[in-house]
């Protein structure tokens, strides 16, 4: 066996006994006739020591390692007060399992940040280090508590196609794929299937979904591939029904992140869980307030970058970090979007601290209304037939929300970058690794 204990698995009754530890050789420090080894094992690190008078050889091997080189390490567990986790392991047989190169692409714990390029291009390593493995360990606990919430509210996963063959659902780009003798494209989200499901008696469904969009921009918060939990629900009466259920999801994922203790201590970040429910202001008084600071927007116009951040600003003199916006202009919102009125819909964003994480509304039912805003939209109904079809023969009031998880993620532990937030992020420029 290669290993018996993790670092943090070791406790007292394991003192005096043997144990066998893994991982990788973080450091060394030689000082002659006793050496310090780290050893680093994926949930911590833990002190080897080695006097060269009592085991040479093993001294020699173990002082002769590269950093970041895998070991595995058969040992006595000594009580120590002065090692930083109370007990080093000294060694009785040691085997490298898998030699490192020098030298390294990237240090692991140097002092010196590398640039974001370099970590990226060796993001194996760059996860080696605690305070990026803790993103995604936090990622991890969010998305089981979005499972957990949409459950207990009686939600399905579901998995909709990818490849799909209609070019668009507009808005945004796509990519192009040869699909056989035919092009097909990747999917923007799973909108058009998921919708078609509410024509099932699957009344609601959810979706970790994959979003491709070939959207040429390069920002601190656009990938070109992202994930989102993707949602949808019938029989709602009002777009007030699914941001309900949204602020709700929020609310579970942000409490079971500030649970996470351990993580939270490497990122040196505490999170402060919302109140709910989430302020809910329409896009009139969304874009009064703009003005009152001096904005350049205009009536209809989707809110850019620095609106958005300006409105963040003017939230959080109020105290609040989540809001939504709701009542958007109908010319602003995709042409599945329910219209209220001959100018508004019912499509709402929802905002956190002045970056967008969500948008959803409530859909049109009506397959005629559907033809006409795909019509006003620019689109062509005959790219849509396979998803019209779905509202001809019976479909109940729905509707529905994409919400992106490493928007949420940048927000809910406050990275610069939406690309720390993913583990191998695509961009415009970057599809390696
Ligand atoms: P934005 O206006 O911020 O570019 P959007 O309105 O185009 O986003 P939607 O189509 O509404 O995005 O997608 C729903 C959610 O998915 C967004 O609110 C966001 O959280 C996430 N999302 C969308 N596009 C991206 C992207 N390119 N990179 C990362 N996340 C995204
Ligand atoms: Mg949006």
Redesign the pocket.
Known sequence: MYRSRYSKEVTQKDYDKQVTVAGWIEDIRNLGSIAFIILRDGKGTLQITVLKKKTPELFEQLTSFSRESVVSVKGLCKENEKVRNGYEILPEEVEILSAAETPLPLGVVDKVEADFDTRLDNRFIDLRKPEIQAIFKIRNVVIAAAHQYLRSQSFIEVHTPNIIPSSSEG??EVFKLQYFEKEAFLA??PQLYKQSLMATGLDRVYEIAW?F?A?E?NTR????E?T?VDLEMAYISSEEDVMKILENLVHSMWKSASECKEELEILDKKIAIPKLPFARMPYDEVIHKLHERKSGIEWGQ?LGAEDEKLLGEIMKEGGKEFYFITRYPLGSKPFYTMPEGEKYSRGF?LECKGV????GSQRIHDVKLLKKRLGACGLNPKDFEAYLKAFRYGMPPHGG????I???LMELLDIKN?RECILFPRDRTRLTP
Request: charged share 30%; hydrophobic share 30%; net charge negative.
């Open positions: 808005g945004t923007q989200s979003y969009r959207e921009h918060r656009h990938l070109n992202s989102a989707d964003d967008e994480i969500a948008s929300f994409g919400f992106g490493e928007r949420f939406i």
